[in-house]
């Protein structure tokens, strides 16, 4: 049973860090499919968690809800699919299509810009929008 023991913990510790371990950039489209899951859903506070200090710092949650409600009600609703996420050092920039039953076959090709800040991604777009412009990701500015 001790043999057992030795061998088992080494797997466990292997299958836990294979599992979310430090992908990055797994995380970072899976932080922009949860802001936009939370915004379509209206839930506020989980949206809000995920902007940066930077961006809440000149964006009260109160601004930050009204926005949001327009912007849903304006759509009529919203989704995103995710397309790609580059990561250089401390920034992501993720690809992706954001989607209204306004126009369900046309996703609407933007970024959204991320910073590595105390163990997550946060967003860090003004506000916490999205760019259009297409850009390559190839130097990573420090701050959030």
């Known amino acids: 049973m001790k043999a057992f023991s ?11 860090a294979g599992c979310g371990g430090d992908d990055r950039t797994a995380l970072a489209k899976k932080t922009v499919t949860d802001y936009w899951s ?9 949206a809000y968690a995920l902007l940066s200090p930077g961006v ?7 601004a930050f809800q009204q926005n949001i409600f327009g912007f849903v009600k304006n759509t009529q609703g919203i989704s995103a ?6 990561v250089v050092g401390d920034c992501s920039l993720v ?6 039953p306004l126009a369900p076959t046309s996703p609407y ?3 959204q810009h991320l910073y590595w800040t105390q ?7 003004n506000n916490g929008y999205v760019t259009r412009n297409s850009e390559k990701l190839t130097t990573c500015p420090t701050g959030t």
């Open 95 to 100: 690809t992706l299509g954001l989607i209204s």
């Open 6 to 16: 030795l061998l088992i913990v080494p797997v466990l510790a292997l299958a836990v």
């Open 119 to 125: 163990g997550a991604w946060r967003i860090t777009d």
């Open 109 to 111: 090709k933007v970024h």
């Open 81 to 86: 699919k995710v397309y790609r996420a580059d």
């Open 56 to 62: 809440q710092a000149g964006l009260p949650k109160t």
């Open 38 to 46: 939370d915004i379509g859903h209206l839930k506020i506070d989980q």
